[in-house]
């Protein structure tokens, strides 16, 4: 599986960014799809994940009710439509996905991983 993240760039804080992640393969609609960010000096973290069909999707609480998750099965792409953007969400921006199954918030957790996009928000 490959993925190709973009749609990164440099706003200011209260603008809204759309990220994208294309997949290649034919079992795309097979896979959790998550969205992971690693800003300097930090650990890389969980920010949302999306199950195979859509049905469910997870935040973590910095994000919730800002960031939404989403799919289209057909085009093999998650998107991460980010709103009310923060300073603290300066970071790159990498999409993951899940393979074997398990918890949706531990990087160890994800197979396969994009190259990163930077998300930059001035104050």
């Known amino acids: 599986v490959q993925l190709q993240a973009s749609g990164g760039g440099l706003v200011q804080a209260g603008d809204s960014l759309r990220l994208s992640c294309a997949a290649s393969g034919r079992t795309f609609s097979t896979y959790t799809m998550g969205w992971f960010r690693q800003a300097p000096g930090k650990e890389r973290e969980f920010v949302a994940s999306?199950?195979?069909?859509?049905?469910?999707?997870y935040y973590a609480d910095s994000v919730k009710g800002r960031f939404t998750i989403s799919r289209d099965n057909d085009k093999n792409t998650v998107w991460l439509q980010m709103n009310s953007l923060k300073p603290e969400d300066t970071a790159v921006y990498y999409c993951a996905v899940q393979v074997r199954g398990g918890s949706h918030y531990y990087p160890s957790r994800y197979d396969y991983w994009g190259q990163g996009t930077q998300v930059t928000v001035s104050s």
């Open positions: 999306i199950t195979r069909n859509g049905g469910s999707t």
